[in-house]
């Protein structure tokens, strides 16, 4: 049927909602890209993703009845389960807001809601860089540090839905504060915001960098994009803050290579732009600090789905729990085909539990009261 071969992915961000109509192999059909204006609150933005998702159904030439389902991206705290966003640090005043509630009944359409970064790892896995890999870990490196686990094919969630936390992982148990509260975490380390923070420190103690000269002297304008730039310039405080940082990015992902054993690790995000800057330290770190045998496994790559990782997560959260309902339907098929089998085959045989009278497995069961 035409509705079954396509969906509708929301990547909702606390800066831009992007959302798309996209086939079963990844394809685009219709694209829109708007700002949230998370400000406004959370009916506001809620407003904006319907008629975002209103807008490229038009564009695309398709009827509500085409599209089967709804995939959601979006920042975490959430309550997979329920729907539910709890309270994500850059959507200020949401509060349990039961986003998948507000977006199904907003469209018509059902809806499933999953972290962005889980989305993200679902994408690459259905559309990208993981085609065909059953171990998969994903790993976003931009402002922060996030990440999913695909084990045997799927997604991993853990007991409470919150597996993955990739970015919180404890390297240096001292080290510097991260947003979290914790101290230490990876991405008060390997992040663009950690890189951006120690090339300001640097500056500011003084130190001759061309990371100053890029920035004119102005410590607010100094980025891990800068940095990068300063390195490939061949200043050695950059290449000294890169490296420093992507050492730590690779001993962090040592220790998941080691407890996961995955065929790929993919990287993406901002900072994955800066190349081999971010992938030789990184490689190099596995291969010294992980098992010989699980360091050979693995392969780690860059990411494929570039800008589109985060609508096309979301439309790929949406095509596996359409795959998840047809594999149960198919279950309950074989099963009733089993029943009925066995129904046909006691027909010749003296009444028991399941009867001789006519009619079908479901009629065929007496009721001893």
């Given amino acids: 049927m035409a509705h079954e071969h396509l969906v509708i992915g929301i990547d909702l961000g606390g800066t831009n909602i992007r959302t798309a109509v996209v086939d079963r192999t990844g394809g685009i059909i219709a694209h829109d890209h708007r700002e949230t204006l998370a400000n406004e609150g959370p009916r506001a933005v809620i407003s904006r993703m319907i008629e975002a998702a209103r807008m490229v159904m038009a564009q695309a030439g398709v009827a509500r009845c085409q599209v089967a389902e709804v995939g959601v991206g979006s920042p975490g705290p959430l309550d997979i389960e329920a729907g539910v966003a709890l309270s994500p640090p850059n959507l200020p005043g949401w509060d349990r807001v039961p986003l998948r509630q507000l977006i199904e009944e907003g469209l018509g359409?059902?809806?499933?809601?999953?972290?962005?970064?889980?989305?993200?790892?679902?994408?690459?896995?259905?559309?990208?860089?993981?085609?065909?890999?059953?171990?998969?870990?994903?790993?976003?490196?931009?402002?922060?540090?996030?990440?999913?686990?695909?084990?045997?094919?799927?997604?991993?969630?853990?007991?409470t839905g919150m597996a993955g936390e990739i970015g919180h992982i404890t390297i240096l148990p001292h080290g510097p504060l991260c947003g979290c509260g914790n101290r230490g975490c990876l991405e008060a380390?390997?992040?663009?915001?950690?890189?951006?923070?120690?090339?300001?420190?640097?500056?500011?103690?003084?130190?001759?960098?061309?990371?100053?000269?890029?920035?004119?002297?102005?410590?607010?304008?100094i980025t891990a994009r800068l940095v990068a730039d300063a390195a490939r310039e061949g200043d050695v405080e950059a290449e000294g803050i890169l490296?420093?940082?992507?050492?730590?990015?690779?001993?962090?992902?040592?220790?998941?290579?080691?407890?996961?054993?995955?065929?790929?690790?993919?990287?993406?995000?901002?900072?994955?732009?800066?190349?081999?800057?971010?992938?030789g330290p990184v490689r190099r770190a596995i291969k010294r600090r992980a098992f010989p045998a699980q360091a050979q496994a693995v392969r780690v790559v860059p990411a494929e789905l570039g800008d589109h990782v985060g609508v096309l997560g979301a439309a790929a959260v949406a095509w596996c729990r359409l795959a998840d309902q047809e594999e149960r339907w198919e279950t309950a098929l074989r099963a009733l085909k089993q029943a009925e089998e066995a129904y046909a085959k006691r027909q010749h045989q003296p009444p028991g539990i399941m009867g001789s009278a006519g009619g079908g497995v479901y009629r065929s069961i007496p009721w001893h009261g």
């Fill in 243 to 279: 490296s420093e940082a992507m050492d730590y990015l690779g001993t962090g992902l040592a220790s998941l290579v080691n407890l996961f054993n995955p065929q790929l690790v993919v990287i993406g995000g901002g900072l994955a732009h800066i190349g081999e800057w971010l992938f």
């Fill in 189 to 221: 380390l390997a992040s663009g915001s950690a890189i951006a923070r120690r090339a300001r420190e640097i500056v500011a103690h003084g130190v001759p960098t061309r990371i100053a000269d890029l920035a004119g002297g102005d410590l607010d304008l």
């Fill in 109 to 159: 359409i059902p809806t499933t809601l999953e972290n962005d970064a889980n989305a993200a790892a679902l994408g690459e896995h259905r559309f990208g860089a993981g085609r065909g890999v059953d171990h998969m870990i994903y790993v976003t490196v931009s402002t922060g540090i996030g990440g999913g686990l695909i084990l045997g094919g799927e997604l991993y969630h853990g007991a």
